[in-house]
């Protein structure tokens, strides 16, 4: 029969023997209780089950907010809109498509949450203790390249506003005249401050994280509002919802609205195979899924409405469509209000890019080596690595970016099909979470010397479908679906495979297990 296992008070853990500190260690993501039995090999403090989960539901749809709120969202819900879809079929495929982000969030919340522990360690019940490095190392990878290309892309706009000011800088942003390796001078100055803004914002730890996210998220609606509205009056209140320069018609309507729903989901992709590393700090699982519903469905839709309104209004007040908004600021004629507006989605890529691309690679890169690598280490290996990809010389070669990111994308679906198909499937909800940090083969996670073969055989199967649809000419057509494909293949592989491979929730009744 099995033993669900309750959370501790900080009383009742130093009573059973377990660690909350070890030595100076500065816990950045939050202070772990270990317990003695935990192999050093396994555990250190930013990977130990937590010993206080406190975030609300507000932390929870900030987080949504930062992760909405940047030039990259804006640009993808501005996107939909030109794809010669009418106004009123890019909300439906808007609302579906990020109620599908939702469900799966919640899936994949549920397991972390309930134990305290980020992706990496979760996954340690999938592929094994030692095989989760597999999806770590990759999920890691990801990250490191976007947060290069994000830090970038908030340069850039720092960069317009620069030159805006001080006319003089102009020759030092053009990289022809002031340039090395692909970026000018003052991109390199930018880039710099903005890749030192964030460090220190992550250095500080998680809850300085989250009090910036908090703060982050509703500042961007402030001067979104105050951007709409300017523009809205300067069109005269009267603008053209169909952004689009061709309709469509037939079956070409429905598979557009099909391909526009994928790619809500896809753009979604990444932070929602780790939000465990972020669900892990939620008080309650129905506080999770409160700050998913209004920082996904609610939050996503009015931000949405705005993005369209701003790019509408656009076209008759500079007599063209913009749907870049640091394209869109660069217009504004008023010094302060480019000030403003500049700063404030500079702050809005620095909050996407510390959820999305920092803490996730933090925790990764951690669960390799805990006892060498800490989570604040992990961050910057990550950060040191965006440098190193010379991210400008990947967003300007489009070619690179696309083989590149998108040989490591065909991953996401499957890793998070493999993950929710055991978790819910297999093993029934039920995590031990004193196995996820011993090597002992006895462990009910130890599997074949610290691997799973069944989830490692299902992620392969899964990712060569979702490369196949990426690369392979004739296939082409599937593109914009390869995350569900990945997806669909990794879970019903798993769920298949896994049980005629030994591999069942049997072994976890005679455990203490959390549910």
Same mark, same amino acid.
């Given at each position: 029969?099995?033993?669900?296992?309750?959370?501790?008070?900080?009383?009742?853990?130093?009573?059973?023997?377990?660690?909350?500190?070890?030595?100076?260690?500065?816990?950045?993501?939050?202070?772990?209780?270990?317990?003695?039995?935990?192999?050093?090999?396994?555990?250190?403090?930013?990977?130990?089950?937590?010993?206080?989960?406190?975030?609300?539901?507000?932390?929870?749809?900030?987080?949504?907010?930062?992760?909405?709120?940047?030039?990259?969202?804006?640009?993808?819900?501005?996107?939909?809109?030109?794809?010669?879809?009418?106004?009123?079929?890019?909300?439906?495929?808007?609302?579906?498509?990020?109620?599908?982000?939702?469900?799966?969030?919640?899936?994949?919340?549920?397991?972390?949450?309930?134990?305290?522990?980020?992706?990496?360690?979760?996954?340690?019940?999938?592929?094994?203790?030692?095989?989760?490095?597999?999806?770590?190392?990759?999920?890691?990878?990801?990250?490191?390249?976007?947060?290069?290309?994000?830090?970038?892309?908030?340069?850039?706009?720092?960069?317009?506003?620069?030159?805006?000011?001080?006319?003089?800088?102009?020759?030092?942003?053009?990289?022809?005249?002031?340039?090395?390796?692909?970026?000018?001078?003052?991109?390199?100055?930018?880039?710099?401050?903005?890749? *030192?803004?964030? !460090?220190?914002? /992550?250095? =500080?730890?998680?809850?300085? #994280?989250?009090?910036?996210?908090? $703060?982050?998220? @509703? %500042?961007?609606?402030?001067?979104?509002?105050?951007?709409?509205?300017?523009?809205?009056?300067?069109?005269?209140?009267?603008?053209?919802?169909?952004?689009?320069?061709?309709?469509?018609?037939?079956?070409?309507?429905?598979?557009?609205?099909?391909?526009?729903?994928?790619?809500?989901?896809?753009?979604?992709?990444?932070?929602?195979?780790?939000?465990?590393?972020?669900?892990?700090?939620?008080?309650?699982?129905?506080?999770?899924?409160?700050?998913?519903?209004?920082?996904?469905?609610?939050?996503?839709?009015?931000?949405?409405?705005?993005?369209?309104?701003?790019?509408?209004?656009?076209?008759?007040?500079?007599?063209?469509?913009?749907?870049?908004?640091?394209?869109?600021?660069?217009?504004?004629?008023?010094?302060?209000?480019? *000030?403003?507006? !500049?700063?404030? /989605?500079? =702050?809005?890529?620095?909050? #996407?890019?510390?959820?999305?691309? $920092?803490?996730? @690679? %933090?925790?990764?890169?951690?669960?390799?080596?805990?006892?060498?690598?800490?989570?604040?280490?992990?961050?910057?290996?990550?950060?040191?690595?965006?440098?190193?990809?010379?991210?400008?010389?990947?967003?300007?070669?489009?070619?690179?970016?696309?083989?590149?990111?998108?040989?490591?994308?065909?991953?996401?679906?499957?890793?998070?099909?493999?993950?929710?198909?055991?978790?819910?499937?297999?093993?029934?909800?039920?995590?031990?979470?004193?196995?996820?940090?011993?090597?002992?083969?006895?462990?009910?996670?130890?599997?074949?010397?610290?691997?799973?073969?069944?989830?490692?055989?299902?992620?392969?199967?899964?990712?060569?479908?979702?490369?196949?649809?990426?690369?392979?000419?004739?296939?082409?057509?599937?593109?914009?679906?390869?995350?569900?494909?990945?997806?669909?293949?990794?879970?019903?592989?798993?769920?298949?495979?896994?049980?005629?491979?030994?591999?069942?929730?049997?072994?976890?009744?005679?455990?203490?297990?959390?549910?």
């Amino acid at each position: 029969m099995t033993q669900i296992q309750q959370p501790l008070s900080e009383s009742a853990a130093d009573a059973a023997g377990f660690a909350t500190h070890h030595g100076p260690h500065d816990h950045g993501a939050g202070t772990g209780l270990i317990k003695p039995s935990y192999d050093p090999r396994l555990a250190n403090e930013d990977l130990a089950p937590l010993k206080d989960q406190n975030w609300s539901w507000y932390n929870i749809f900030a987080f949504w907010m930062s992760d909405v709120h940047s030039v990259g969202g804006y640009v993808t819900a501005g996107s939909l809109f030109a794809l010669g879809l009418t106004s009123w079929q890019v909300f439906i495929c808007l609302i579906v498509g990020i109620t599908i982000v939702l469900g799966f969030c919640n899936l994949v919340a549920k397991p972390s949450q309930r134990t305290g522990v980020p992706y990496p360690v979760i996954c340690r019940a999938v592929f094994g203790v030692l095989g989760a490095n597999i999806p770590a190392i990759i999920r890691g990878l990801i990250a490191v390249a976007w947060y290069g290309i994000q830090t970038y892309l908030a340069s850039a706009s720092l960069d317009i506003l620069l030159v805006r000011i001080w006319p003089n800088l102009e020759p030092y942003s053009n990289v022809a005249q002031h340039g090395f390796l692909g970026l000018s001078a003052l991109g390199y100055v930018t880039f710099a401050i903005l890749w *030192v803004a964030q !460090a220190a914002v /992550f250095w =500080t730890g998680m809850d300085t #994280i989250r009090r910036f996210i908090d $703060f982050a998220g @509703p %500042a961007v609606y402030v001067v979104m509002i105050a951007l709409c509205v300017y523009l809205l009056s300067k069109a005269g209140w009267s603008v053209d919802l169909n952004l689009s320069n061709h309709t469509l018609s037939g079956t070409s309507v429905f598979t557009t609205m099909l391909a526009a729903t994928a790619l809500v989901v896809s753009y979604f992709s990444g932070p929602m195979l780790n939000f465990g590393d972020f669900s892990r700090y939620g008080k309650t699982f129905k506080a999770v899924k409160q700050g998913n519903f209004w920082g996904l469905p609610v939050n996503f839709v009015f931000f949405s409405l705005l993005t369209v309104l701003t790019a509408a209004a656009t076209l008759p007040v500079y007599g063209k469509l913009i749907t870049d908004p640091v394209e869109t600021v660069g217009h504004i004629d008023n010094t302060y209000a480019l *000030v403003l507006a !500049a700063l404030t /989605f500079a =702050t809005a890529t620095i909050g #996407i890019n510390i959820v999305a691309n $920092f803490v996730s @690679p %933090a925790f990764d890169f951690s669960n390799v080596a805990p006892q060498k690598i800490s989570w604040r280490m992990g961050g910057m290996i990550a950060a040191v690595g965006s440098v190193l990809l010379t991210p400008w010389n990947l967003y300007n070669n489009p070619e690179t970016i696309h083989y590149t990111l998108d040989t490591l994308g065909a991953f996401i679906g499957p890793l998070f099909g493999v993950l929710i198909a055991h978790y819910y499937a297999v093993h029934k909800q039920r995590v031990c979470i004193d196995d996820l940090f011993t090597l002992d083969p006895s462990g009910a996670y130890h599997y074949k010397r610290g691997y799973n073969p069944p989830a490692i055989i299902a992620t392969a199967l899964a990712a060569l479908c979702a490369l196949a649809v990426v690369f392979v000419p004739g296939a082409k057509v599937l593109d914009d679906y390869s995350w569900f494909i990945g997806c669909g293949v990794g879970f019903v592989a798993y769920a298949l495979i896994a049980p005629r491979m030994g591999v069942s929730d049997r072994v976890l009744d005679s455990k203490k297990c959390v549910k």
